[in-house]
């Protein structure tokens, strides 16, 4: 009896050992979507390439790529994928941009990383991979609390992005004085910063205070008087910190609208979204301090300067995004023993990638961003 034992015990042993090493053993299959021919192809290529690197840095021959070209249209995507579900793939890293993610609903049971950063009216099977508003506004209102700054109004450009910083508003339960939809039309935006201001008012205020001086026997009134038209307007603002949605030459001219009006970064906070640290805004001193959310600056250097080594051409924002989506699915495939089920992006987990902290939970993907000052000529890591 005993002997029978010891050989079920052994057989057992061998059965045990065998199965995990086909389990080690087994192979995975990831989808890339992305646009590798026409206008954007250049994007497409790039990210291939980041997804070269991260394969290589993760070493590991379980995990395989199969790339596939969107065309960065809707239709290409959607058939493309059909392509890889047929092939076993039930992972697709991809698309690139929120328009080619329409049809994907149709594969219900593929799991879409799409690049995008909106959040809205994704299919159900699609998990926003981008830098959303979420997690933007989430790191912002870490700073407005490490400064005490309660009377915050947000300036919301008229676009489609709109409904997309308005629920992320909501969803990041950030309390504010107001919130204000301007106009892109550089003609009505200056009229909109001006009585949101008040400006007209605080610069009635300035003449009115002026003529009372004049008028009075107020001693040493002809310095107060001199002191008095330096300025350009008198009077309270009555909010301590202006958050602006918006970027490149747009968020400088809402910026400007606001220095017009004597509303300045010496008397306010301006803060704005991840400006992917823009060297342009290092030359607009007169709008400095500017404060935003953002990746990790040192990983990103170095990943830049890793692709410049290995490819000869400067990467694009897109493609650190990829180098990170692959380690993300790959932590997640050895942290659910290689299987690819439903508690893969459903389950609450976290990664630290070289963006930042990804936090997973129930096919929602937000990141705990790094928030920098420009000051001068450099970008500051504030935390």
Do not use: C
């Amino acid at each position: 009896m005993k002997k029978l034992y010891i050989i079920i015990s052994k057989v057992f042993l061998i059965f045990v050992l065998f199965h995990i090493k086909a389990v080690s053993d087994e192979k995975i299959k990831v989808g890339l979507i992305v646009p590798l021919s026409g206008e954007y192809s250049y994007i497409g290529e790039s990210i291939l390439k980041s997804t070269r690197m991260a394969l290589n840095k993760i070493d590991d021959s379980r995990i395989t790529i199969i790339p596939k070209d969107s065309k960065a249209n809707p239709i290409d995507a959607l058939r493309m994928s059909k392509e890889l579900y047929n092939n076993g793939i039930k992972i697709i890293i991809g698309p690139v941009f929120n328009e080619s993610n329409k049809y994907l609903d149709e594969l219900s049971e593929v799991t879409f990383l799409s690049f995008t950063n909106k959040i809205r009216n994704n299919p159900k099977n699609v998990i926003s991979g981008g830098i959303n508003a979420v997690s933007q506004i989430n790191t912002i209102r870490k700073f407005l609390n490490e400064n005490n700054l309660k009377n915050t109004i947000f300036l919301i450009p008229e676009t489609d992005y709109k409904g997309e910083i308005l629920e992320a508003i909501k969803k990041s339960n950030l309390i504010l004085k107001e919130k204000f939809i301007y106009s892109k039309d550089p003609t009505l935006l200056t009229k909109q910063i001006e009585d949101l201001t008040m400006y007209q008012q605080r610069k009635q205020n300035l003449e009115n205070e002026i003529k009372r001086i004049e008028n009075s026997n107020t001693f040493n009134k002809i310095k107060k008087i001199d002191e008095l038209k330096k300025k350009d307007t008198l009077g309270f603002i009555n909010f301590d910190s202006v958050i602006i949605a918006d970027f490149s030459e747009s968020f400088k001219s809402v910026a400007t609208s606001l220095l017009y009006t004597d509303v300045s970064a010496e008397r306010i906070k301006y803060i704005t979204l991840n400006q992917w640290f823009d060297e342009s805004l290092l030359k607009e001193s007169s709008l400095h301090p500017i404060y935003f959310p953002s990746i990790n600056k040192d990983n990103f250097e170095v990943f830049q300067k890793e692709y410049l080594e290995n490819f000869k051409k400067t990467p694009n924002q897109i493609s650190f995004l990829s180098y990170d989506l692959i380690g993300l699915v790959y932590y997640l495939l050895i942290n659910n023993n290689f299987k690819i089920n439903e508690n893969l992006f459903i389950k609450k987990n976290k990664f630290k990638g070289k963006i930042g902290i990804f936090e997973i939970n129930k096919k929602t993907i937000t990141h705990q961003l790094n928030f920098y000052e420009i000051q001068g000529e450099s970008f500051k890591e504030i935390f």
